[in-house]
């Protein structure tokens, strides 16, 4: 028979340990820090080598206000000018945004803007508006435009990209499935199309209710959420609504599998909630928004998952970044209270707040 006093010291331990756990979140919440308020409705952030920092902006009427800023001095200027900031409807979309959805300084040191081509979920696309934009911060000028109308559909939603060597990856959140596009080219293929892991399973969830446009029929939002691993191997993605999966980047780089025989190679990874962005430091590790109760989740390259902070300040955090000094930073971008998923009714609560937490990881660029 245990000895009763080990037996009680080892209930302690056991007790002092789970105390430190629960108190980790809390720990982190008082860390958090505000970096940059504005009305502007950020959903992303990024930042480059030299410390500039960069937002896109989600207007919240067509061809109102800018769609990618930078912040100088505290005050967000439309980046890089103003012509590519000024698509107003009826415009062809070659040279302007259309509609910004992600954007990030990608390995190469360049900031890299997706554009869905349309000023909404459900808006027609402008003609030449769905397009990844390659932008030299040396010059800030446009280097390049990749036109993806070829790869998508009309009911297309572009939402954000990685990369990995000579590939990007994209995800399509309104007709689900991926696209990998050879940058040198500038040619793309659509892969797994309307395979289970890019379609939205779960209801979307906020602030601790279902989601429903201006219809009121329940949002999906498949294909959207994507990082790949540190040493390139893994291309992990899901719907914003949840359920992450994962493929071995191989697999999509290889233009001679058939969708049949790479869709063997997915596997599913997490069961995660329902997400607005994600962020992966150089340990592998994924850091999550979990929009239905305004927290962040992190989740081991073994797929454990664990909270890192909650605090109800973090609604629906959006695209997150990991800056060179250890830093998360969080957009509380409020998407769900906007009319598009609030059921046609705009509840969002100005300012939207860019929060900044030290995690002390080291950023990966992919």
Known sequence: MPDPKHRLRALLLAGIAAIAVAASPASAQARLEPVFSSDLVINGVTTSADGR????????????????????????VPYPDAHWNG????????????????????????????????????????????????????????????DLGAVTQPWSFVDDVRFNGGHGYLTDAGDPGLIVLDLASGKGRRVL??????????PLRAEGKDLRDARGDPV?????????????RWFYYQPSNGRMARIETRYLDDAT??????????ERFADTPSTGGTAIDATGAIHLSDTDRSRILTISPEGTIATLVADPRLVWVDAMW????????????QLNRSAGLNGGTNAVKPPITLYRLAIGAKAVRR
């Open 220 to 232: 999906n939002i498949h294909a959207d959420q994507l990082e790949v691993s540190p040493d390139g």
């Open 257 to 266: 599998l058939g969708d049949a025989e790479r869709a063997a190679h997915v």
């Open 322 to 333: 990991i800056d060179d000094q250890g830093n998360l930073l969080m957009p509380a971008s």
């Open 193 to 202: 199309d309307g395979h289970p892991s890019t379609i939205a399973q779960t």
């Open 87 to 146: 698509w107003q409807p009826g415009m062809d979309g070659a040279d302007r945004f259309v509609g910004v959805n992600a954007i990030r300084v990608g390995p190469d040191g360049a900031l890299w803007v997706v554009d869905r081509g349309g000023p909404g979920i459900g808006k027609p696309l402008a003609p030449h508006g769905v397009k990844l934009v390659r932008i030299d911060l040396a010059t800030n000028t446009v280097a390049r435009v990749y």
């Open 53 to 76: 920092l960069f937002l896109p902006v989600q207007s919240q009427q067509p061809g109102v206000g800018p769609q990618v800023v930078e912040v100088k001095d505290g005050k967000p």
